[in-house]
């Protein structure tokens, strides 16, 4: 697909059924989980060669705490070796890196991680890969209305005031939210964000999902009429 044919600035990925998909294989989940890193290494690659300028991924809600220690072990150790092993590969190919959600409460191998891939990608402009850990929706918005309460004591708070003081204001809403593995929710995903968004499910799990896949989605999107609440 060409980058004229794609209409799409801010795709944003809830990369759903790792687990099922290790299940089904009589797999452990955290093979399941490594397919799926391996899934969106494609994706990031297909994204950005069709054009699309912010890629968002649900790589772990805070949530996702609730899982067995076992397994929140083993995706905090991927996550980390990954996030270090890909990251010259992310330079060469002019993408940066950022995060959204609470560092505090991470371990501390996470948290470094993180920091350098921020800082060493920080001029790339390709394409903007922004993953979305110990994340919540909800959670967001309360800090958002907190850090202006202790900012600005005494004013109103406005939608506006929201906004600026989101994880990362200047990034744009997301144009289409893809959900894989069959779920028809957000789970707390981008909530605030998601307002005019469009959305595309796909009963594929999360690493079955391909480029084709995304074509796909981005076709669809294609043919739909936005009007933000107004007339065509």
Known sequence: MNEIDNKVAHLAIIMDGNGRWAKKRGLPRLLGHRAGVNTLERIVYAAKDRGIRYLSVYAFSNENWNRPSVEIKGLMKLFSYYARKKLRDLVKADIRVRFAGR???????????????????????????????????????????????????????????????????????PDLIVRTSGELRLSNFWLWQSSYSEFFFTSSLWPDFTPEALDEALKTFNKRERRYGGLK
């Open 103 to 173: 560092k505090e409460g991470l371990p501390e191998s996470v948290v470094q991680a993180m920091d350098v891939a921020e800082t060493e990608t920080f001029d790339c402009e390709k394409m903007t890969l922004i993953a979305c850990f110990n994340y919540g929706g909800r959670q967001e918005i309360v800090d958002s209305v907190n850090r202006f309460v202790k900012e600005h004591p005494g004013e109103p708070i406005s939608e506006n005031a929201i906004c600026s003081n989101l994880y990362l204001p200047e990034v744009p809403d």
